[in-house]
């Protein structure tokens, strides 16, 4: 049980960017949530809600300074998720929250800073990992529980109560399209089309009747497929940035689209395309810590990346993580990042029109000069040979 906790918080931290953290039974009453605007009374009503749920079951919070919290109830801890997000701040945001005479003005720009310095997450993905945790726990997220509670609501005189929970059950469509979420993306991650596209076929038997398109007519639910499938393969290991150009696409097209036939079709070859790339990555063999490291660094080509700064976003020390990296990887941690950002440098020069320069910086390469030159020592020619030989074919293949 504690592994798979431990995984799943992992998860969260690395993948999703989210601060979490794990609270004993015992220590309920002694915790706090992780904000310096936290008041006395926004604990105690935490406390209550953590006394009133059951296991197996999930709340959602937002507190009185709009950050949001999700806490999931399980046998004997509570996994806490957050402080996050859900949008940007203004300035006149901030002063609007901050009323009260106890803050003075020089209060507003500490606020603004702190809170735009949260994660950005979106709620369908908070939602997915929860619900992930459950099903890794419990087998199944089939009789979870979900409340979500405004602390904005309650004042410090009124506590919360067990039957104060403001519980939002999902309708039974909704419930089994979250149960078949999961086999869906066991499907992505092995890169199984046949699968995929069998599960995604039942999934769309459950949704509301007055949607002409059923789940991916509208804008929540193309996200849904999108964020299931762009999570089923961080999960396999593959690359963001790698994933990001078949999923993007995908949205557009989408949008495009007039007929429920012709959104399916375009769903289809989505997911025949992820599984491809699945099955190129082969990287279901990877250790967690090394599948960590693996997306780290590609959702950081644009930046220095060290082995130590790697090694701590994985939990281990610079010497094993290059000695387990190099065991499954069969490459050193700085080839793998040199190899991976001539790669990017050469789609980029391919498929977009930014100069020399701006491609240098995104795939972290700040020396015009040292970049021309690894780069056709790889290729065999330089960029700007490169973009014209390829560019052309490129464009004439979309």
Not at 14 to 20: F, I, T
């Amino acid at each position: 049980m504690d592994k798979v906790i431990n995984t799943g918080v992992l998860f969260m931290r690395n993948l999703l960017h989210l601060n979490v953290a794990v609270i004993e039974n015992e220590e309920r009453e002694e915790f706090a949530l992780p904000s310096p605007y936290t008041q006395d009374w926004e604990n105690q009503l935490v406390w209550e809600i953590m006394d009133a749920a059951k296991e197996n079951s999930v709340s959602f919070l937002n507190d009185s300074f709009l950050s949001y919290y999700c806490l999931i109830h399980l046998t004997d801890v509570v996994v806490l998720m957050g402080p996050y997000r859900q949008h940007t701040m203004t300035r006149a945001e901030a002063r609007r929250r901050l009323t009260e005479e106890r803050f003075e003005e020089n209060t507003v720009d500490q606020y603004l800073k702190w809170y735009n310095s949260q994660p950005l997450q979106e709620m369908s993905v908070v939602k997915l990992a929860a619900h992930s945790m459950i099903v890794s726990v419990y087998g199944s997220a089939k009789d979870t529980e979900e409340r979500t509670v405004n602390i904005q609501r309650y004042e410090q005189s009124h506590h919360l109560i067990p039957t104060d929970l403001s519980q939002d059950m999902a309708s039974t469509d909704s419930l089994i399209f979250n149960e078949l979420s999961f086999p869906y993306m066991m499907h992505i991650r092995a890169g199984n089309y046949e699968g995929a596209v069998a599960t995604y076929n039942n999934m769309m038997r459950y949704t509301k009747p007055h949607k002409n398109f059923a789940i991916i007519d509208t804008v929540e639910g193309v996200t849904n497929i999108r964020t299931l499938t762009r999570i089923a393969t961080q999960q396999a290991g593959v690359p963001v940035t790698a994933a990001q150009a078949i999923l993007e696409e995908f949205k557009g097209k989408v949008r495009m689209a007039g007929s429920k036939s012709e959104v399916m079709k375009l769903t289809y070859k989505m997911i025949s395309d992820i599984c491809i790339l699945v099955r190129q990555y082969k990287r279901t063999s990877y250790s967690v810590s090394i599948s960590l490291a693996v997306d780290y660094i590609h959702r950081n080509l644009s930046r220095p990346l060290a082995v130590a700064d790697i090694a701590g976003e994985v939990g281990l020390s610079p010497n094993r993580l290059s000695t387990k990296f190099h065991q499954e990887v069969g490459e050193s941690i700085t080839q793998y990042i040199s190899r991976h950002r001539l790669e990017e440098a050469a789609n980029l020069l391919m498929y977009t029109n930014l100069t020399i320069q701006e491609i240098c910086a995104q795939v972290g390469i700040l020396d015009n000069n040292y970049f021309a030159r690894r780069f056709k020592k790889a290729y065999g020619v330089a960029p700007v040979q490169y973009r014209k030989q390829h560019g052309e074919s490129a464009k004439g293949g979309e």
